[in-house]
Structure formats: structure tokens, C-alpha cells
């Protein structure tokens, strides 16, 4: 070595007192010492694992999420009134049938016959407003009403079509307002299934249908097959229409009095118009 060279080596090595600064090789962590110390982390941490305050960069908890607000319910306004006024009914044994009788509504209206049953030997009035109803949930009725020890008198308003009719046709005593319809029409059934399992149910409906059947041929004093034949056509009567059927006995009458020149308003025994 030549004393050239030792002073530049001697110089290479002398530290100056100053730190050096080393450049950053992107991806990987800097060291201490290098810009971007103390590091963070590139990424996510591992689910699962709890995060470990650092004392540069201090835990902050998640903030309260505060009180819930509270969810509105609208409800019937009209509910509380009407069910005042169906124990006001039931008080005065009168029983009210409207719209669809299915399975649901034929227990409920089960229940209520029988509680009034139960309760005193007064007669009940039942009220049959544009009923439907579905075969097995008529039949359901019309062996409630066959086993009730009080009379019960049943009057239609609106129409009433279908396995409904069974529903009038078991009450005693049967009347209808001056604009009530009856119709008589087959069920819809929807069967489904395999070839077996359609053949047995098509086989019951059948027999549920032949004690529809039976029974409004038993108060009409009619043919089954008349029967039968009418509900396939879809017949229709009016309330005049009905008494002469044999399906109620009577129109309701109105406590009003009748326009002076007028026919006389007919009683709920009087025979049909002519």
C-alpha cells in the first residue's frame, strides 16, 4: 500500500458523525434507521388475531354504537273497535261467516257455535255474507251444526255459491234478504301428485262431494242428480228463486213500512212471488 492510498482508505472507514441514510428496497420491511421506520403493517392481520398496541400508534376502541332507534308499528286502527263489536254480536248470539270458509275459519266459527251452545238453549243467528268455502272446511261446519241441541237460524246476504250451501242448508231454519244470490257450483280442486296418490284423493272428493249433495237434496226434496247437474252448470237463483228451490224457507223481512200502493213486503214464511 502507498501513502497515496492509505489516506483514502483511512477516509472511506472514519465515521463523520452523522447518520447515514440507506434507501428503502421496496418490499421489504425498512430497518432501524431507513425512512419509513417504525413500520406499519402492509396488510391485514390474520382473522383471529387480537391486535397488539404499538407505543407510537396507540389502540383506539371501536366507538359506542349509541341506543337503537325505536321501529314503528302501524297498527289497525280499526281492530280494537271491531272486536268490541263481534263480542257485542256474541253477546246478543249472533254468529257473522264472511268471505273465504277455509280450515282456519271453520274452526274459529266452530268454536263460537259451540261456546254459544254451551252457554245457553236460546237460539243462534247466523250470518252468511258472500260466503265461499272450501269442501272439507263446509263439511267441518255442517257436522258442528248437526250435533248443536240449540236451533240455528241461518240468513244469506249477498251470494252464497258452492260448498258454502252445505253451510245453509244444515241450519233448521233458513232465510234470505231480498238481494241475496245462491249459486250452485262444483269445487276447484288442485291435485297433484302420483297416479296412486290422485286416484285415492280424487276418490274421497268424490264422497265429500255425494254428501254435499245428499244434503241439499234432503231439504229441497230433490234428485241428487238434479243436484249435481245444477252445480255443474253453475245455476243460479235469487232470493225468490231460493224459496221455490227449497233452500231457505222465507225472505227476511224489513222492519220498514211498505210504500203505500205497493205489493206487501213478504214475511220470512211467505211463498216466493209469483
Request: with cysteine; charged share 20%.
Amino acid at each position: 500500500m502507498t501513502s497515496r492510498e492509505a489516506p483514502r482508505s483511512a477516509s472511506r472507514h472514519a465515521p463523520t458523525g452523522h447518520p447515514v441514510a440507506r434507501a428503502h428496497i421496496p418490499g421489504i420491511p425498512p430497518r432501524p434507521g431507513e425512512p419509513g421506520w417504525p413500520s406499519r403493517p402492509s396488510g391485514p392481520s390474520v382473522p383471529g388475531t387480537p391486535l397488539t398496541p404499538r407505543p407510537d400508534h396507540p389502540f383506539a376502541p371501536p366507538p359506542d354504537p349509541g341506543p337503537v332507534p325505536p321501529t314503528r308499528v302501524w297498527l289497525d286502527p280499526y281492530a280494537e273497535w271491531q272486536g268490541k263489536l263481534y263480542e257485542r254480536l256474541l253477546a246478543k248470539r249472533i254468529v257473522l261467516a264472511s268471505g273465504l270458509l277455509d280450515d282456519d275459519a271453520a274452526s274459529r266459527l266452530s268454536a263460537q257455535l259451540l261456546t254459544l251452545d254451551a252457554e245457553q238453549e236460546d237460539p243462534i243467528r247466523l250470518e252468511l255474507q258472500n260466503l265461499r268455502a272450501e269442501l272439507t272446511a263446509a263439511l267441518t261446519v255442517m257436522g258442528i251444526l248437526d250435533v248443536l241441541r240449540v236451533p240455528v237460524h241461518a240468513c244469506v246476504s249477498g251470494e252464497i255459491s258452492g260448498p258454502a250451501l252445505g253451510v245453509l242448508a244444515s241450519c233448521p231454519r233458513r232465510s234470505g234478504y231480498p238481494n241475496a244470490s245462491f249459486v250452485l257450483a262444483e269445487p276447484r280442486l288442485q291435485l297433484g301428485g302420483t297416479v296412486t296418490a290422485v286416484t285415492v284423493r280424487e276418490q274421497q272428493m268424490t264422497r265429500m262431494l255425494d254428501t254435499l249433495y245428499f244434503r241439499l237434496a234432503e231439504v229441497t226434496g230433490r234428485e241428487v242428480d238434479e243436484i249435481r247437474d245444477d252445480a255443474r252448470r253453475g245455476r243460479a237463483l235469487t232470493t225468490g228463486q231460493a224459496i221455490g228451490y227449497g233452500l231457505i224457507q222465507g225472505q227476511q223481512a224489513g222492519n220498514r213500512p211498505p210504500v203505500p200502493g205497493g205489493p206487501p213486503r213478504p214475511g220470512p214464511a211467505d211463498p216466493p212471488p209469483g
